[in-house]
């Protein structure tokens, strides 16, 4: 189970940390991306964090303010998100693939459909 938490309502320029909670299996053996969906839109990916945390990648909206992070020990995923801007309004949602065999770091690109579990999301608003 994803458990996501730490979105609400921030003025353009803010910003804001994104936390989804894993249950039921060790985070740190699975990929982990943050998807979002906006109203009429559909849903893309936004970051991603190798399995064995070796990598990340993001969307070009988003490179260079938003960071995505991994706490093992507390089973926890991060999204930092900074200079945020009107466009980034949306539902976020964290999800999870398994890693694969051995000390492979396992890459799924920011395709949804290569993620296995999935949380409920989280409301993002930036407004004025």
């Known amino acids: 189970q994803l458990v996501e938490s730490g979105g609400g309502l921030v003025q353009p320029g803010g910003s804001l940390r994104l936390s989804c909670a894993a249950s039921?299996?060790?985070?740190?053996?699975?990929?982990v991306g943050w998807f979002r969906q906006a109203p009429g839109k559909e849903r893309e990916g936004v970051a991603r964090?190798?399995?064995?945390?070796?990598?990340?990648t993001y969307a070009v909206s988003v490179k260079g303010r938003f960071t995505i992070s991994r706490d093992n020990g507390k089973n926890m995923v991060y999204l930092q998100m900074n200079s945020l801007k009107p466009e980034d309004t949306a539902v976020y949602y964290c999800?999870?693939?398994?890693?694969?065999?051995?000390?492979?770091?396992?890459?799924?690109?920011?395709?949804?459909?290569?993620?296995?579990?999935w949380g409920q999301g989280t409301q993002v608003t930036v407004s004025s």
């Open positions: 964090i190798s399995s064995l945390g070796g990598s990340t």
């Open positions: 999800a999870a693939t398994p890693g694969l065999p051995g000390l492979v770091d396992f890459e799924p690109t920011l395709q949804s459909y290569e993620y296995e579990h």
């Open positions: 039921g299996f060790s985070v740190g053996d699975y990929a």
